[in-house]
């Protein structure tokens, strides 16, 4: 577990979907917790992870861990996507390009229509 003080994770909320969830949280569930989420959901057809609470920064390593999670996802025919992250995430999302690899959307509909796409 994680030290409640460290702030490894730089996005707010993160939605994975896969058609083999449980393989899926056995990979990211430990990546994703050493980068301080949370997982808030676990369901059949996917998990939630969220960082509530904690200022983000923004790290090569959460980065390079979105970006690896996302082409192993769609390897599997899954789908990662980026969930209203903040302004400034946001932003080194857009000026760095990885939202052009990664869907960055600011509604849940949205999201939710990116993931099953």
Request: aromatic letters at 6%; glycine letters at 6%.
């Amino acid at each position: 577990m994680t030290d409640p003080q460290t702030n490894r994770g730089a996005f707010h909320h993160i939605d994975l979907s896969v058609s083999d969830v449980a393989a899926a949280r056995r990979v990211y569930a430990p990546v994703l917790d050493f980068l301080g989420y949370t997982m808030v959901k676990d369901r059949p057809d996917g998990c939630e992870w969220d960082v509530k609470g904690r200022e983000p920064f923004g790290a090569s390593l959460g980065i390079r861990t979105l970006v690896t999670a996302s082409k192993t996802l769609r390897s599997k025919n899954g789908n990662l996507v980026l969930f209203a992250p903040q302004p400034n995430i946001e932003q080194v999302l857009h000026s760095s390009g990885i939202d052009t690899i990664i869907p960055v959307v600011k509604d849940l509909e949205a999201a939710q229509a990116e993931v099953l796409t």
